[in-house]
């Protein structure tokens, strides 16, 4: 029993001098001493009351860039649940750091490859991947996620040794689930085919750096939806995008084949056009993600057949009415 006694005090004593003194056994100095930030993870929009937790991604990466700009750490976890009590601890040490995390990434995309000592936040993190200019489809349930925290300050571990401090960094959605539907009005149009309109949506989003921004000289990508419907007198696309922004040539064309030749119902800026004018004060895109835009179709000259009356509604909000002068 004497024996027992010994052994494990001498354990204890042991692991107190491991805890204590991080240069006692393993470090020739303080200087060695390991440092870190665990970073945590939730969601809340500018005009949200309440955070909310994503849940299951496919994959969390999160940098590290230090004062001068340049990347110092980054660590990527796959397949993670983003909870209340997930967090990522990300190996740096003596200075002042901001974080960046990137939420939901998959084999879509294109990584960038990433430097320390080199890259920076402006750089490319990603590209959605394309062929013949024509984007990957997202499907209705992909979500890509990024934002940054505070700066974090992490003191000279050669005279505090190890210290591990906490931050959370607020991730914002950088996706958007845009519905367009299509409705013939019964009375003037009786005689038009559902299946004769053509939808396309365009925009040049598909390349996003690292802190978000999107470069100006990316491609115009071609999006296709991930979903269609035509019932009766009405049709709807789905399509699931990356983020909308202004500048970005945001395009929605609807064309109609069924009288020989192609016309034009709508041909316009996407967020210019529509977006932005749904309320008095347009949508906040910080805040609001998914949308419905129903575009209700008369014949504006049932006689000669020459025009389309149109009343576009985004979320049920009207936005406006026009009449498209089609080409004979």
């Keep these: 029993m004497k024996n027992l006694q ?16 991080c240069d006692s056994l393993i470090y020739d100095d303080l200087k060695d001493c390991p440092q870190g930030v665990y970073v945590k993870f939730y969601s809340k929009t500018p005009c949200a009351e309440d955070s909310l937790y994503i849940g299951e991604v496919s994959s969390i990466t999160v940098f590290a860039f230090g004062q001068d700009g340049k990347l110092a750490a980054s660590v990527t976890r796959q397949k993670v649940n ?26 879509k995309f294109k990584m960038n490859t990433f430097s320390p000592g080199v890259t920076t936040r402006e750089d490319v993190m990603t590209t959605l991947n394309s062929v013949n200019n024509v984007a990957a489809a997202l499907s209705a349930t992909e ?13 000279d571990p050669e005279e505090f040794g190890s210290v591990y401090k906490h931050t959370a960094i607020n991730l914002r959605e950088l ?3 845009v519905r367009i539907i ?8 009786k005689t038009y085919d559902i299946k004769k309109l053509n939808v396309a949506v365009s925009s040049a989003n598909g390349t996003l750096n690292i802190d978000g921004s999107m470069p100006l000289n ?18 709807s696309w789905l399509y699931s995008m990356l983020a909308l922004k202004t500048g970005y040539n945001n395009m929605l064309k609807i064309t109609y084949t069924g009288n020989d030749k192609e016309e034009t119902v709508f041909n316009g800026d996407l967020i210019a056009s529509i977006l932005l004018r749904a309320v ?19 014949d504006y000259c049932a006689e000669c057949w020459t025009h389309f009356s149109c009343s576009i509604y985004v979320n049920n909000w009207l936005v406006h009415s026009y009449n498209t002068d089609l080409e004979i």
Aim: proline share 4%; with cysteine.
């Design 6 to 21: 010994i052994k494990t005090i001498l354990v204890l004593l042991a692991a107190g001098i491991l805890f204590w003194g």
């Design 218 to 235: 990316a491609p115009v990508l071609a999006y296709a939806p991930t979903e269609t419907k035509m019932e009766g007198n009405s049709a």
């Design 182 to 189: 299509v409705e013939f009005d019964k009375t003037t149009m």
């Design 82 to 107: 983003l909870s209340r009590d997930f967090e990522v601890l990300v190996p740096v040490s003596d200075g002042n750091y901001s974080f960046i995390a990137w939420a939901g990434i998959n084999d």
């Design 143 to 155: 979500h890509i996620w990024q934002g940054e925290s505070a700066v974090v300050f992490l003191p």
């Design 280 to 298: 008095e004060s347009g949508v906040n895109l910080d805040c609001e993600n998914d949308f419905t835009v129903k575009l209700l179709i008369k």
């Design 175 to 177: 996706t958007n689930k």
